[in-house]
């Protein structure tokens, strides 16, 4: 039963173009989400968060949506880099209800950029 | 170091086998997380500690599973008997605070039992 899913298991987007990451979540109670972004063999690092209030976030060529009726998030990054090229994961957690215990993941994205 | 840390890298763990995974966080950083990432899949929780109090652990998949952080610093990882479905890498992670967006992660150990 997996909370959070994302669909795609990668993506594959020209340098320049526009890439967007799509996550849905099934959990209602979840009312903070982030985007990690991460290397072979490394640990995801924190790209960029939105809270249930919002439904935008902006982070220099980094947007993430948010539309909670749909309990869905998509992360926009404009213009595509090939440094972009990575696993992105989502990740939601109750936050409200009590403080950072856990994020639920989903399964990651890969992100090819192509030169 | 500046970042988290985290030891052995790689360990490769004959079945039944006990290990020990540690994690040193970034310093002064007062809660720590740690996370099983199996391949193909996203991390999942394990537990957390707030200092050296460990506020949840209810992520950890058995009894065999077992986390400690008795100095408020560094944290150990025990799995004792392991078996073959342990294998993945652990992720630990730290935090100043309980803000998510300031949670760092480790690079991970990668476990292989066989």
Redesign the interface.
């Known amino acids: 039963d997996q909370q959070v899913k994302q669909n795609s298991p990668s993506l594959s987007v020209q340098e320049g173009r526009i890439s967007i990451l799509n996550c849905d979540y099934t959990n209602s109670m979840f009312d903070y989400f982030l985007w990690y972004k991460k290397y072979p063999a490394e640990g995801p690092t924190f790209l960029i968060s939105i809270s249930s209030i919002k439904d935008k976030n902006e982070d220099g060529r980094f947007t993430v949506f948010l539309n909670k009726s749909a309990k869905h998030l998509s992360l926009h990054i404009v213009p595509s880099q090939p440094g972009d090229s990575a696993v992105y994961f989502c990740a939601a957690t109750a936050y409200s209800g009590g403080g950072a215990d856990g994020l639920t993941f989903g399964k990651g994205t890969h992100l090819i950029i192509q030169p | 170091g500046a970042g988290?840390s985290q030891s052995p890298r790689y360990k490769v763990a004959k079945r039944g086998q006990d290990v020990a995974l540690r994690c040193d966080p970034i310093s002064g950083h007062v809660?720590l997380?740690w996370?099983q990432q199996a391949l193909?899949?996203?991390?999942?929780?394990l537990t957390?500690f707030q200092n050296e109090a460990q506020?949840?652990k209810?992520?950890l998949p058995s009894d065999r599973f077992f986390a400690e952080r008795p100095e408020g610093s560094v944290s150990t990882l025990k799995i004792q008997r392991t078996q073959q479905e342990d294998s993945a890498v652990y992720?630990c992670?730290s935090?100043p605070d309980?803000?998510?967006?300031?949670?760092?992660?480790?690079?991970?150990s990668w476990l292989t039992v066989v």
């Open positions: 988290v809660s997380f996370y193909g899949q996203g991390p999942e929780f957390y506020l949840d209810s992520g992720l992670a935090s309980r803000e998510l967006n300031t949670i760092y992660f480790g690079e991970g």
